[in-house]
């Protein structure tokens, strides 16, 4: 039996994802597809993680779609890109898309090459935190194509028209700090993994309610009209008054003598 391309530990009710083909950069395969998407769903049903970071072992994060795994499998494109009538994405769009969807914050750790697919899927992450000489790339125009991993979502909430387009358009490297500059890296650090793991214990210590009620808000709000957003603030409030977490929270809040009591794992926000 072959190794797994993705390992998922839980520490301290954080997730760990490290994706694991370190010989290929990461590359995506068909297993590979297979076993993020099975990893993310898996998280979905433990309800004591409160964050979820996201690493790749070896020399680089993630260097886009395996070509070479393509050209060994012509079962694979149709696999990966065609959308089956009952779905609302294929499976290449909801590798990055479902870690957007999970209801608790995802922290992408992203170092050495960062190139298409790979590219895409930290665009769907919440926090993105790049060594300053990660060498990245929206790199399908190598191909003679677009980017179709749910780019279209995630680059216009990240950064302007003309810079996702000139980024698309040539398929230039850029590095960390290019990133960040962009918009498209959320922080620079020598050691991200360390850096994601901080963001991620302090969002741990906070009310799994409303952490994943911040994430529902800004997912149904960012870019949205006025009065709108307006309504989704009052109606995810209503939804977080009075239950367990936010009493806690609350106590917590006011408590003189600076004990504070441990927040229910079981988010009633879902």
Known sequence: MSEARVLLEVKNKIAYVSLNRPEKHNGLDMGMFKEMIATAKKIRKDRTIRAVIMHGNGPSFCAGLDFGALSKDPMMVPKVFLKMPWTKVNVAQQIAHIWRDLPI?????????????????????????????????????????????????????????????????????????????YGLISKISDNPLAAAEALANDIASKSPDAIAATKYLFKKTWKKDTWGALLWERWV??????????????????????????????????
């Open 105 to 181: 914050p995802v922290i992408s750790a992203i170092h050495g090459n960062c190139f298409g697919g790979g590219m895409q899927i930290i665009l769907a992450t919440d926090y993105r935190i790049a060594t300053p000489d990660s060498k990245m790339s929206i790199l399908e125009m190598k191909w003679g194509l677009i980017p179709d991993m749910s780019g279209m979502v995630t680059l216009s909430r990240l950064t302007r028209v003309d810079i996702a387009q000139e980024l698309t358009m040539t398929g230039r490297f850029f590095s960390g700090i290019e990133g960040a500059e």
């Open 237 to 270: 409030q209503a939804r977080l008054l009075g239950r367990k977490n936010q009493r806690i929270a609350m106590a917590n809040g006011m408590a003189k003598d600076g004990k504070v009591k441990p927040f229910h794992d079981r988010s009633s926000f879902r």
